[in-house]
Structures are given as structure tokens and as C-alpha cells.
């Protein structure tokens, strides 16, 4: 059974840091990463990884420069460095895996991010 367990949301002022890990357990993945949805918006990219094969990433436009995705294969964990944070990068923010190297086949349950002052 696949498992993906989130932490590290939480409030923040603008301008602040925050770290999110993901977890994940019962497969072997070849992508892993994070989505995030804000209130009466589409579910968009954040960042993903390649589990092997070199690690290449992929950031959403509005992330790039800001935001850093890595990953711990000894443990099977996946981080995501969140820098200038703003009140528009306030959304759950969900941990998935993918079997191959594009989409995501799991999902993780989500975690909050507010950016608030």
C-alpha cells in the first residue's frame, strides 16, 4: 500500500520560509513532488523530482526562483524549500509520486500553507 505522508505547513508572514517533507513508502517511484491548490483555483505544479536518474527537476512558473525541491532517496523523502513566500502561494499543498517520469499516480492527503501578515 502506497503511502504519502506530508508535514511542515503551517502560517507564515510574507516574505518567510517554510519547509515541506513528504515521505513515502510502499513503491518504488520514478517521480515524486508537490501540487498545491489555492480556494476557487485549479490544482496546479509546484515542483517535481526524478527519484534516479540524475534528479532533474521541474518548477511551476510562479514558484521558480523561489521555492527548491530535493530529495533523500536513503530515506524515501522528498523536501520542498519554500523562500519569499507570498499571500498568493497560500494553498493546500499536496505530496504525489509517479510510477514513471511525468504524472503523478498518488496523492497525498495535504497540507496547509498560509501566507499571511
Known amino acids: 500500500q502506497v503511502r504519502l505522508v506530508e508535514s511542515g505547513g503551517g502560517l507564515v508572514q510574507p516574505g518567510g520560509s517554510l519547509r515541506l517533507s513528504c515521505v513515502a513508502s510502499?513503491?518504488?517511484?520514478?517521480?515524486m513532488g508537490w501540487y498545491r491548490q489555492a480556494p476557487g483555483k485549479q490544482r496546479e505544479l509546484v515542483a517535481t523530482?526524478?527519484?534516479?536518474?540524475?534528479?532533474?527537476?521541474n518548477y511551476g512558473d510562479s514558484v521558480k526562483g523561489r521555492f527548491t525541491i530535493s530529495r533523500d532517496n536513503a530515506i524515501n523523502t522528498v523536501y520542498l524549500q519554500m523562500n519569499s513566500l507570498k499571500p498568493e502561494d497560500t494553498a493546500v499543498y499536496y505530496c504525489?509520486?509517479?510510477?514513471?517520469?511525468?504524472?503523478?499516480?498518488?496523492w497525498g492527503q495535504g497540507t496547509q500553507v498560509t501566507v499571511s501578515s
Open positions: 510502499g513503491s518504488i517511484f520514478g517521480i
Open positions: 523530482i526524478r527519484i534516479r536518474s540524475g534528479g532533474n527537476t
Open positions: 504525489i509520486a509517479g510510477l514513471g517520469f511525468t504524472s503523478p499516480n498518488y
